[in-house]
Every structure is written in C-alpha cells, then in structure tokens.
C-alpha cells in the first residue's frame, strides 16, 4: 500500500491554465528554461525591458507547477541567521545582501499581487521562529539579538502570549520577526503564470534534453524539436546536474509535507480562533508548521537526500510521522485528520549561496534557494534577466558579489558524507519535529 501524491495547495487552487507541448523548430530572442517562480519573474522582466523580443518559456512538467507550487507558502524576508558568524565583517556583508535581496523579493511579489489582482491567501504577517525544547531557547535569543542589533524587526514572545498566538502550548520560545507573508504557493504560481505579458509564449510538458552551443547562438533540444536562441536561462533549481550543470556545486533535498482537512467549529473554539500564522524551527529540520487562511494545519518535518525522489511507501512513512508531529500540537489532530501529502525537491548548496552567473557568453544560470525559493526566486529571476539585458543596479551588484557554491565532492563520496552530516541533523531536531 502506498500514499498519492497529492499537493494539497495545487488540489485546491482553481484550475491552471493549459500551455501546449513545444513541437518542431523554433526561433527566439530568448528562451528560459524552468516556470517557476525564477522563470516566471525572468520572462516577464525581458517582456518589460524588450517588448518586441520573441520570449519563449518552457517546463518539463506544469507552468508553476513544480517546486514553486509544492512549498511551504513562505516568502521569507528575515532568514535565521543560523551558524552565520555576523562577527566576521565578510560573513555580516553577505548575511546583509542576502537580507536586502530577501526584502526585495518580497515587495516585488507584493507589487505583483496587488498589480495583477492575484488571489493567492496573500498575508503580510510575522513569521514566527519558535522552540519546544529548552535547549534551543538560547539560540532563539541568540537569533533575537542578532536581528535588532542588524536594525531588523524581531522580538521575543513566549509563555501564554505565544500559545495565544499560536492556539497549541506545544512552543515555549519564540522569536517574531516582520517584513515576509505568507501565501497559497500554487494560487500565487498561477496567477503569476497567467497574467505574464502577451510577448512571452510558453511551452508545459516539454522536458529539455540538451544544450547546446552552435555557431553563434545556443540550441536547446527537445523530444518534439528544438529552441535556437542567443540567450538561455536557465532556471531550474535542483535539476540542473540534469543538464549538465552545476554537478559539483549544488544538490537536492527531498521534503515531504502534510495539509489537514479544515478545523471544525469546535477545534477553532478549542484553540482559540488564532489569526493564520507561520512557525519555522530554530534547528534546520525541525518542523515548519501553518495555520492557514482556509483554516487548515500544514506540517513538514522531513528532509533527506534522495536523488531519485520520495516513492509512495516512503510518503505514506512521512504521513505518519506527520500525524505525529501535528497531534503532539494539537491533541485533537493526528493522521486521519490529513488531506493531502506530498513531496517536493530544494536546492542546496554547502555554504548556503546561491548560483547567479552568465556561465558562458549568452548562458545565465540561476537558482539554489537553499530553502527560501519564494521571495529569492521572484527577485533573483528578474535580476537574472536584468544581467542578460545587460542592466546595473545596487540590488545586481549585490547579487554578482556574493561568494558563488562551494564545490562539493563528487559521489559516491558525496552520498555518504551528506546522510552522514543529515542523520546528526535529524537527531538533534527530534524534540522539534
């Protein structure tokens, strides 16, 4: 027996628009490869910055459908500062660029869904920071102080204000910080999808096989045909060793998730009618939990390096370890109240920074969130397409400046050492999962 693999975000999303599968030999200006929120931002940035300019658009699988769908639902503006050492300047620096682009990417999304009337559960609220375990309450603290020390706004909530806030006394420490929202990621990728400007023609169902330099501009390969184009971008995330690309510099992450049918009226009254927030953990896989708008509970507390990807007996393993996770919550839930679970792929690198590069004349890579893919994806995209325009900006500069992903070692080497490195992890979030 084994778990569908259903995301609860996409099931309940209105109906996305269908793009056709790319058949034959076509030419463009430009053509970008991924429709997430990294494509989805690069395409309409060109169509803004040359509005007579053939953009072509493709996806191996759905137009906002991958990844960008199958998220959290966080736009994430003040990351954990973690094991930043924000006493070394080098380190402050590229915590502070990463914190300016962070913002950036947010407003840019915020402008999006206000401009383009895209209904998404778009909410400008505070995310939450918090631990069960009192052995993380000085990391809290730790990271509470950090972020006023940087001018960021954080403070600390705990005891009854936090269960207040929260409905469950599961947390004991928390740190609130403001500038992020949170969202419906499939709602958002769609309408995103479908308000791009007329210019951009996108192809879905359309998986690139190769790419490749001929003469004077680049060919990207396709089972039904072919792109000729001078620019490629590619934006997809923890598929580009697929391509060829960035083998020994980034690496995926599996995560699974869980979304609860919605709260009944007695449960709503049992925990007290709490506004919609988000919860992350202190430790790195700990649980990131939801209360949603539409009054559901969304639980991940998994994440594991499974290259090949999380197959329905290992989902329907995660299911139960997510009904665990949500009835040490809230003792009224467990497995059977699960709607929808499912899985979804992140791209990691070893020192957290992402790839953003004009790899060879005319090829742009962009991508490698490390888990923040949301808001770093919608401003990174059009950053990325800004470059190719050949643009400048203080926000590019940042970006270009950043320290590139460290090499990793190659496998099998690799394999062994990260489910080495991710089995500690897991062991020291197990009080918070």
Avoid at 380 to 405: D, T
């Amino acid at each position: 027996m084994s778990c569908p693999d259903i995301c609860g975000w996409s099931a309940l999303a209105p109906e996305a628009a269908r793009f056709s599968v790319l058949k034959g030999a076509l030419q463009a200006d430009y053509v970008i490869i991924g429709g997430g929120f990294t494509g989805l931002a690069a395409a309409r940035r060109l169509a803004e910055g040359e509005p007579q300019a053939r953009i072509i658009l493709i996806d191996g699988k759905r137009i906002g459908g991958g990844a960008s769908a199958r998220n959290s639902g966080f736009a994430v503006a003040n990351e954990s500062p973690g094991h930043a050492r924000l006493d070394n300047p080098e380190e402050l620096a590229a915590f502070m660029a990463m914190n300016r682009i962070d913002h950036a990417g947010v407003a840019e999304l915020r402008r999006l869904v206000k401009d383009n009337r895209i209904s998404c559960q778009w909410e400008d609220t505070a995310s939450i920071h918090a631990a069960h375990d009192p052995k993380n309450f000085n990391k809290l603290r730790d990271h509470a102080e950090a972020f006023r020390g940087l001018g960021l706004d954080a403070r600390l909530i705990e005891g009854a204000d936090l269960a207040k806030r929260l409905g469950t006394g599961f947390y004991e420490l928390g740190v609130e910080s403001r500038g992020g929202a949170l969202l419906q990621p499939a709602m958002l990728a769609r309408g995103l999808a479908a308000t791009l400007p007329e210019t951009v023609l996108c192809f879905e169902d359309t998986p690139v096989q190769k790419i490749s330099r001929a003469g004077g501009s680049w060919k990207v390969q396709v089972a039904g045909g072919s792109l000729s184009t001078p620019h490629v971008i590619v934006a997809v995330n923890a598929f580009f060793p697929r391509l060829g690309l960035k083998r020994l510099r980034v690496f995926p992450l599996a995560l699974t998730a869980s979304l609860t049918r919605p709260l009944t009226a007695a449960e709503e009254d049992e925990i007290g009618h709490p506004e919609p927030w988000g919860v992350l953990s202190p430790q790195s896989f700990g649980a990131t939990m939801r209360l949603t708008q539409d009054r559901r509970v969304l639980i991940r507390n998994t994440a594991e390096y499974r290259p090949s990807g999380i197959d329905g007996a290992l989902l329907m393993a995660r299911r139960k370890q997510h009904g665990e996770g949500l009835n040490k919550r809230f003792p009224f839930l467990d497995e059977s109240a699960i709607a929808y679970s499912w899985s979804g792929t992140i791209c990691v690198s070893r020192n957290a920074r992402p790839v953003f590069e004009q790899s060879q004349p005319g090829l742009y890579l962009c991508g490698g969130y490390n888990a923040a893919g949301v808001s770093r994806g919608a401003i990174m995209g059009r950053l990325i397409a800004e470059l190719a325009l050949g643009g400048q900006s203080e926000l590019l500069s940042h970006v270009l400046n950043l320290a590139k992903p460290n090499l990793i070692p190659p496998r099998p080497f690799f394999d062994i050492g990260v489910r080495l490195r991710l089995a500690a992890a897991r062991t020291a979030a197990q009080s918070e999962r």
